[in-house]
T-cell receptor, first 115, second 119 residues
Framework: AQSVTQLDSHVSVSEGTPVLLRCNYS??????LFWYVQHPNKGLQLLLK??????LVKGINGFEAEFKKSETSFHLTKPSAHMSDAAEYFC?????????????FGTGTRLTIIP | NAGVMQNPRHLVRRRGQEARLRCSPM?????VYWYRQLPEEGLKFMVY????????ESGMPKERFSAEFPKEGPSILRIQQVVRGDSAAYFC?????????????????FGNGTRLTVT
């Protein structure tokens, strides 16, 4: 069985300050982990993915995440928030790299950027 | 190359009516997934289909819900006799068959969703 826990349902930061969105995972297998972003009334866009290569993963729009096996964490960070970063962020785990891509989503973190 | 197309974007149904949600996968993709997002929640897997086959329907409610992906045409998620609790956003995602997916690519490409409101 696999699961993800997003520790904060809402995060508010000021524009230009760092962003930290926390995620812990549980998986019986070597997991693939992803962060997706969802803007209002839109679909989901992949920010970045980890698939057992480098533990520090760089994604789009200046986001990055670090896979820490000892802590079972995959926190998402960005050095400086921009107003356009306001959205819902989902941490996602998949135990399969190929075949059935049945992803397990966290409950989401709503990021608000304060001008 | 058009992405995953879902229609309608918004659907309003009265209790007891039927809802039909359509999904056209990306060109070249033969695998389709349906997910449901209830208000204030993450996406929950419903069903995984390939052309003319249901591969995994472990997330589908046992009654009133069905899905198909015919040889020709879009995938259809059908909800019969809708109830208020069916109000949600329904997302379709597609992927190419194993061996054709590029490394670094998203495992799934999502559509913009259909927002179903049951009144």
């Amino acid at each position: 069985a696999q699961s993800v826990t997003q520790l904060d349902s809402h995060v508010s930061v000021s524009e230009g300050t760092p962003v930290l969105l926390r995620c812990n995972y549980s998986s019986s297998y070597s997991p693939s982990l992803f962060w997706y972003v969802q803007h209002p009334n839109k679909g989901l866009q992949l920010l970045l993915k980890y698939t057992s290569a480098a533990t520090l993963v760089k994604g789009i729009n200046g986001f990055e995440a670090e896979f820490k096996k000892s802590e079972t964490s995959f926190h998402l960070t960005k050095p400086s928030a921009h107003m356009s970063d306001a959205a819902e962020y989902f941490c996602v785990v998949s135990s399969s790299n190929f075949g059935n891509e049945k992803l397990t989503f966290g409950t989401g973190t709503r990021l608000t950027i304060i001008p | 190359n058009a992405g995953v197309m879902q229609n309608p974007r918004h659907l309003v149904r009265r209790r007891g009516q039927e809802a039909r949600l359509r999904c056209s996968p990306m060109k070249g993709h033969s695998h389709v997934y349906w997910y449901r997002q209830l208000p204030e929640e993450g996406l929950k897997f419903m069903v995984y289909l390939q052309k003319e086959n249901i591969i995994d329907e472990s997330g589908m409610p046992k009654e009133r819900f069905s899905a198909e992906f015919p040889k020709e045409g879009p995938s259809i998620l059908r909800i019969q006799q809708v109830v208020r609790g069916d109000s949600a956003a329904y997302f379709c995602a597609s992927s190419p068959r194993v061996g054709l997916r590029m490394r670094g690519d998203s495992p799934l490409h999502f559509g913009n969703g259909t927002r179903l409101t049951v009144t």
